[in-house]
């Protein structure tokens, strides 16, 4: 489960404006930051196949939003995967 202080770190990362919190970036972002939680937790717990799922569906979540990103603005979209060091 990520900390609140993560989220904030997280959000502050890519955030538009001071009160952003739910736009696809930040939201990019905040999954981001639970994904790479989730896979350090696989790391040492192979067979959690409830986390693993959601893994899965984290991922997929944040595939659609960079898609969605990707075809409104596409400069917001390539900031986005620079910043978070994504392999698009």
């Known amino acids: ?46 067979h959690d196949f409830m986390a693993r799922r959601g893994l899965t569906q984290m991922v997929g979540r944040r595939k659609k939003l960079l898609k969605y990103l990707e075809r409104k603005d596409f400069e917001a979209y390539k900031a986005v995967v620079s910043k978070l060091g994504l392999r698009k």
């Open 1 to 46: 489960m990520i900390t609140k202080e993560n989220k904030e770190k997280a959000i502050a990362l890519t955030q538009v404006n001071k009160n952003d919190v739910g736009s696809p970036q930040a939201q990019v972002s905040i999954l981001t930051a639970r994904i790479k939680e989730v896979t350090e937790h696989l790391k040492s717990n192979k």
